[in-house]
């Protein structure tokens, strides 16, 4: 009596488990590829590739730039904390106001110089104006590899290409090897320090700019090239569909008929062959 | 019996179900794109963008992340930076706790507002950018 009410509660739990319980966690499951539609647009080879010995001397050379900002930002800390007595204030570098370090300080001052180049949205308003008329941002440095996630560097290709000034003068954007956050952070002084970003008028580094020029590529966005050229045609881009391998339970068929016509064929040839 | 290699990848299939409505999207979505550089078109490029965000939702397609933050949830225009979006990283904790940094991207036409918390996990990759993913082009 007992043995058959166990065997019923079975047969109960079996039907049960197809319709989503905890018993059926080992259910079978097999590998499907779920299409995901891509930004039709290239967005990850959008950056200028520098070339590992160019890299290292374009750090070098940086780094010989904000070497002063460094010590002065020291001098201002220690002149906090020191007594009032020592009043003698250190004289800022002459270029201070031409680097512009970390990501907030950077982005506002490209989409300020991109609200006044494109003059599309919002107005500029008084700080604005007299913070961007006289010098142009003209060269962005990028520690790509340092800086995670990605989503943080991804907008930088299409900033700098809408901040600039005309296609012949555009805003150049060097990505950084691997590690030269922690040299700019030290020699700055400040913890995560992995963006920076130049002006084209400081002396000192005209040779850093010759060499940039020289080496590293325009940076170039095909599909928004009607804001220098209105005219300009886009091309339809092809569909960029992507797979994601994923997977999916296998249920059975309600009132599959095929399925009943063999499931009572399978037991038989099991008990012929044992 | 030797075990199954986890990474063992199938084919992926040749046939794409519905094909035709994602080259719909796509060609919304680029259609957007192109008319939101000129403002005379702004509005044009709105609706285009509107109507793939219905196509989309209506036959249940799945987009990209990367394509969907190109898109404003309010106001439906293409966010391109330095044009129509403005983006700043903020902490609005009092210690100002790294892991408390937040991305924002700025809606310039509606000032609608989209948080990344990029300082709670660092390592984090968008699910169809992981390794484990085909990325077959069709």
């Known amino acids: ?274 | 019996m030797a075990p199954k290699k986890p990474n063992q990848q199938k084919k992926a299939p040749k046939v794409i179900p519905h094909k035709d409505n994602y080259a719909r999207v796509t060609y919304l979505y680029q259609a957007a794109n192109l008319f939101s550089a000129s403002p005379k078109y702004e509005v044009l490029s709105r609706g285009l963008a509107r109507t793939l965000d219905l196509v989309s939702k209506k036959t249940v397609l799945k987009l990209s992340p990367e394509l969907k933050r190109t898109l404003c949830k309010k106001c439906n225009s293409v966010l391109i930076p330095g044009l129509s979006v403005s983006i700043y990283i903020e902490n609005l904790s009092k210690s100002k706790a790294p892991h408390n940094d937040s991305l924002i991207h700025k809606c310039l036409k509606c000032h609608e507002i989209k948080r990344f918390p990029v300082g709670k996990n660092r390592a984090y990759v968008v699910f169809a950018e992981r390794d484990d993913v085909r990325s077959d082009a069709k």
């Open chain 1, 1 to 274: 009596m007992s043995n058959s009410q166990k065997g019923g509660k079975e047969k109960k739990a079996n039907s049960k488990a197809i319709s989503g319980s905890l018993k059926d966690v080992d259910q079978k499951r097999r590998q499907v590829f779920k299409p995901i539609l891509d930004n039709p647009f290239t967005q990850s080879n959008l950056w200028p590739f520098v070339k590992p010995e160019v890299a290292d001397n374009i750090i070098e050379h940086l780094l010989q730039i904000l070497a002063p900002i460094g010590k002065y930002n020291k001098l201002l800390v220690e002149l906090k904390q020191s007594t009032r007595s020592n009043s003698l204030k250190p004289s800022a570098p002459t270029y201070y106001d031409d680097v512009l370090v970390g990501f907030n300080s950077t982005v506002k001052a490209l989409e300020d110089q991109a609200s006044l180049y494109r003059r599309k949205k919002e107005p500029a308003t008084k700080r604005q104006k007299t913070s961007s008329s006289s010098k142009y941002i003209k060269y962005v440095f990028v520690t790509k590899y340092d800086i995670t996630p990605t989503i943080i560097t991804s907008s930088f290709p299409t900033l700098t290409y809408t901040s600039s000034k005309s296609p012949e003068n555009r805003v150049k954007l060097i990505q950084l090897p691997r590690g030269t956050m922690t040299k700019l952070s030290e020699v700055l002084g400040q913890t995560n320090c992995g963006i920076v970003a130049l002006s084209n008028d400081i002396s000192e580094a005209i040779p850093l700019y010759n060499l940039i020029e020289s080496e590293i590529k325009d940076i170039d966005i095909p599909w928004l090239s009607g804001i220098f050229d209105e005219d300009f045609k886009i091309e339809l881009q092809d569909l960029a569909l992507k797979f994601l391998a994923t997977s999916a339970p296998i249920i059975p068929k309600k009132n599959d008929q095929k399925a009943k016509k063999k499931t009572p064929a399978v037991p038989t040839e099991d008990t012929r062959d044992s």
